[in-house]
Nanobody, 122 residues
Framework: QVRLVESGGGLVQAGGSLKLSCAASGDTFRRYAMSWFRQVPGKEREFVAGLRWSDGSSEYANSRFTVSRDSAENMVYLQITNLEPEDTAVYYC??????????????????WGQGTQVTVSS
């Protein structure tokens, strides 16, 4: 069974950077898309960035987000630079066995982590 565990969230000042980690287990992930979403209370989960595990190709909501993977360790990372208070949210790692298709809509994903809180102070 696929399991995703996020870590790395916390309280940071605006303008700083943060790197979130997602430890994936339970499959080989060669045919998976792995994405990061974020959510604030009262709003839908929002696509942040994602990659295709097979070749590492990625897509981003904006250039402040960088997603990467370590295939040997089954880890996915999200680097966020120049943090803004509006980035405050719970960040989730998600996985879907979708091959080359990288969905940006959260209902398309089957597997989710528990989330990690990121709070950006002004």
């Amino acid at each position: 069974q696929v399991r995703l565990v996020e870590s790395g969230g916390g309280l940071v000042q605006a303008g700083g950077s943060l790197k979130l980690s997602c430890a994936a287990s339970g499959d080989t992930f060669r045919r998976y898309a792995m994405s990061w979403f974020r959510q604030v209370p009262g709003k839908e989960r929002e696509f942040v960035a994602g990659l295709r595990w097979s070749d590492g190709s990625s897509e981003y909501a904006n250039s402040r987000f960088t997603v990467s993977r370590d295939s040997a360790e089954n880890m996915v990372y999200l680097q966020i630079t120049n943090l803004e208070p509006e980035d405050t949210a719970v960040y989730y790692c998600a996985a879907e066995e979708s091959g080359r298709v990288l969905y940006t809509s959260w209902p398309r994903y089957t597997y989710w982590g528990q989330g990690t809180q990121v709070t950006v102070s002004s």
